[in-house]
Structures are given as C-alpha cells and as structure tokens.
C-alpha cells in the first residue's frame, strides 16, 4: 500500500528556513503527481505545491517566489524547500499523492502522509 512519511519540520524564526521531505513507499514514483498541502490550527487545509513526474511545477500565490517543490524518483523523495518564512506559514505540512498517471493540479488525491508541524515564530 502507498505510505508517505514527511519530515523536516520545527520551530524557525520568521524570515529563516526549513526543508521537509517526504519519503514515498509502495508505489511507481515517478508516475504520480506528488503535492504539499498545509493546515493552519482553525483553518481548512490548503493547498501549496504540485510537482509532476518529470519535474514540472506548480505554487499557490501565497508561496510562489519562497517555496520549491522538488522531487528525486531514483530515491522515491520529495522535498519543499522554504525560505523567507513568515508566521502565516505555520501549520501542519501534509504529503500527498493520488492514482497513478492522475494529474491534477490542486485537487488532493487519496494518500496522505500524517504530517509535519512547521512553526514560525515572529
């Protein structure tokens, strides 16, 4: 079955930098679409990056500029590189994949990882 586990997250200070990963098991990597989505406590999960199998990507406004989305098929990882990070930023940070060959740009899919807590202090 698919499994996605993130990691990387932590308390920085606004304008520092984090790096999550996320390590995806059970699955054809490079075939899927692999995307970030973020919660902030009281508020819907939303949506922050997509990265197509061949490196092709895709940002909300919010993080367009601040944020990169990368990926490494030969080790079934992905990565959201983020700097510049402001207190808006904190949330819980969410791996997320869907069926094979799937390409949609901001629509989740089925698997999730259970998160990584990103905290920016101001």
């Known amino acids: 079955q698919v499994q996605l586990v993130e990691s990387g997250g932590g308390l920085v200070q606004a304008g520092g930098s984090l790096r999550l990963s996320c390590s995806a098991s059970?699955?054809?990597?490079?075939?899927?679409?692999m995307r970030w989505f973020r919660q902030a406590p009281g508020k819907e999960r939303e949506f922050v990056a997509t990265?197509?199998?061949?490196?092709?990507?895709y940002y909300s406004d919010s993080v367009k500029g601040r944020f990169t989305i990368s990926r490494d098929n030969a080790k079934n990882m992905m990565y959201l590189q983020m700097n510049s990070l402001k207190s808006e930023d904190t949330g819980v940070y969410y791996c997320?994949?869907?069926?094979?060959?799937?390409?949609?740009?901001?629509?989740?899919?089925?698997?999730w990882g259970q998160g990584t807590q990103v905290t920016v202090s101001s």
């Open positions: 990265i197509w199998g061949g490196g092709s990507t």
């Open positions: 997320n994949t869907g069926a094979r060959w799937e390409s949609s740009r901001t629509t989740p899919g089925n698997y």
């Open positions: 059970g699955l054809t990597f490079s075939a899927h679409v």
